[in-house]
């Protein structure tokens, strides 16, 4: 068995952002790409897109528009991981050294239910696509780590143009 596989959170409607974030261009690539990426560079063996077909591996949210559990229920059961990297599309920034803490020990940061990471074994029997996040690392038993200084933006991404605008200034 694979020891690690990502699932990218794709199936939002991006309504504050105006278009789809997956989509959207991040100095020359698309967001999805950056955060795929991402995940294969911290040793992520396998990975899906949840929620969208960008041209990769990818699954359908277990229902449409009840959030990103969906998501996460359906990558695990495709992944077939012992653990699971799960990341936002629209938080393309994030960098290798700001997932470091997540790997090292599971869970996710405080007030940030994305990134995290667990072990499948983890997610609750009972669990359920309309289920918020939160209750989801709630009942896994993650652990909350601080956010590492000056990773906030990075973490929680860019739900808005004014977000982008700024983390793509960060660059």
């Given at each position: 068995m694979t020891s690690l596989?990502?699932?990218i959170?794709?199936?939002?409607?991006s309504r504050r952002m105006g278009r789809d974030k997956a989509a959207l261009d991040w100095d020359g690539r698309r967001a999805v790409d950056l955060v795929?990426?991402?995940?294969r560079a911290v040793g992520a063996q396998a990975l899906v897109t949840?929620?969208?077909?960008?041209?990769?591996?990818?699954?359908?949210?277990?229902?449409?528009?009840a959030g990103p559990v969906g998501g996460v229920?359906?990558?695990?059961?495709?992944?077939?991981?012992?653990?699971?990297?799960?990341?936002?599309?629209?938080?393309?920034?994030?960098?290798?050294?700001?997932?470091?803490?997540?790997?090292?020990?599971?869970?996710?940061y405080e007030g940030l239910p994305v990134p995290m990471v667990l072990d499948a074994s983890a997610l609750p029997a009972d669990a359920e696509a309309g289920?918020?996040?939160?209750?989801?690392?709630?009942r896994a038993g993650l652990a909350i780590l601080p956010v590492p200084d000056g990773a906030?933006?990075?973490?929680?991404?860019a739900n808005t143009p004014?977000?982008?605008?700024?983390l793509l200034g960060q660059n």
């Open positions: 596989g990502a699932i959170l794709c199936g939002g409607a795929a990426d991402l995940a949840a929620g969208a077909d960008l041209g990769g591996p990818w699954v359908a949210d277990d229902a449409a528009g229920l359906a990558g695990a059961r495709a992944l077939g991981t012992a653990r699971l990297l799960v990341l936002a599309v629209d938080a393309p920034t994030i960098t290798p050294g700001d997932l470091a803490p997540l790997l090292a020990s599971g869970g996710c289920w918020p996040l939160r209750r989801l690392v709630e906030l933006a990075r973490l929680r991404g004014a977000e982008r605008s700024f």
